[in-house]
């Protein structure tokens, strides 16, 4: 049973520029969920990913947006980056309707 | 979802228990109590979870006050490799799409 990875582990963009971090969920699993975490922070929810929609988002502007492709992996994209946006990027599978979420070791995201 | 409260930081002797405490005063009768853990530099895992009675899996127990206020993760017999930091979450046990809500959790720091 393969987990969750995901690519890049780490990159360094400049502000105002444009990334996408990919996903890849855990054999069987069908929904997708991505969490940004700051240094020293928890792990704070951005949306989540089920049959290729978006169908729960926190408290995130909508230059953070998404993608689910039919074999369930995924994409976070964020546009106009900020200083603010840098942190550890999740990414998070699991069956839709269990409680379990199988986290992958995340993107570091440097932005300068 | 119920807020909990968690110690920032806690200390424990190797292969002694460890035990986590965590408030959720405000806990509903439908919401699950729910333990991950991040080790240094990993994504977040899945430890146990439970909704009034207590439960015990192969990493982990959980007890859980009758009146559901508070709970604590108990680590039988804590190794070097448990550090990490703990978060109690609590919410409905199938959730949906909104995601975990992650605090800052506890740091708990295993002693050689």
């Known amino acids: 049973e393969t987990g969750v990875t995901q690519s890049p582990t780490h990159l360094i963009k400049t502000r105002g520029q444009q990334v996408t971090l990919r996903c890849s969920s855990q054999?069987?699993?069908?929904?997708v969920s991505w969490y940004q975490q700051a240094l020293g922070q928890g792990p704070q929810f951005i949306f989540q990913y089920y049959r290729e929609e978006e169908n729960g988002r926190g408290n995130f502007p909508p230059r953070f947006s998404g993608l689910q492709f039919p074999n369930y992996s995924s994409e976070l994209n964020v546009n106009a980056l900020e200083l603010d946006d840098s942190a550890l990027y999740l990414c998070?599978?699991?069956?839709?309707?269990?409680?379990?979420?199988?986290f992958g070791p995340g993107t570091r995201l440097t932005v300068t | 979802d119920a807020k909990t409260t968690q110690p920032t930081s806690m200390d424990c002797a190797e292969g002694r228990a460890a035990n986590l405490p965590c408030n959720h005063s405000?806990?509903?009768?439908?919401?699950?109590v729910y333990w991950y853990r991040q080790i240094h530099s990993q994504g977040p895992q899945y430890i146990i979870h439970?909704?009034?009675n207590n439960e015990t899996n192969e990493m982990a127990s959980l007890i859980i006050t009758e009146d559901r206020k508070s709970s604590t993760l108990i680590l039988p017999h804590a190794t070097l490799r448990d550090t990490a930091v703990y978060y109690c979450?609590?919410?409905?046990?199938?959730?949906?799409?909104?995601?975990?809500?992650f605090g800052k959790g506890t740091h708990l720091i295993i002693q050689p």
């Open positions: 054999s069987g699993h069908n929904t």
């Open positions: 405000t806990i509903s009768g439908n919401e699950y």
């Open positions: 979450i609590v919410r409905v046990e199938r959730g949906g799409a909104d995601g975990l809500t």
């Open positions: 439970g909704l009034k």
């Open positions: 998070a599978s699991s069956f839709q309707g269990n409680y379990e979420q199988y």
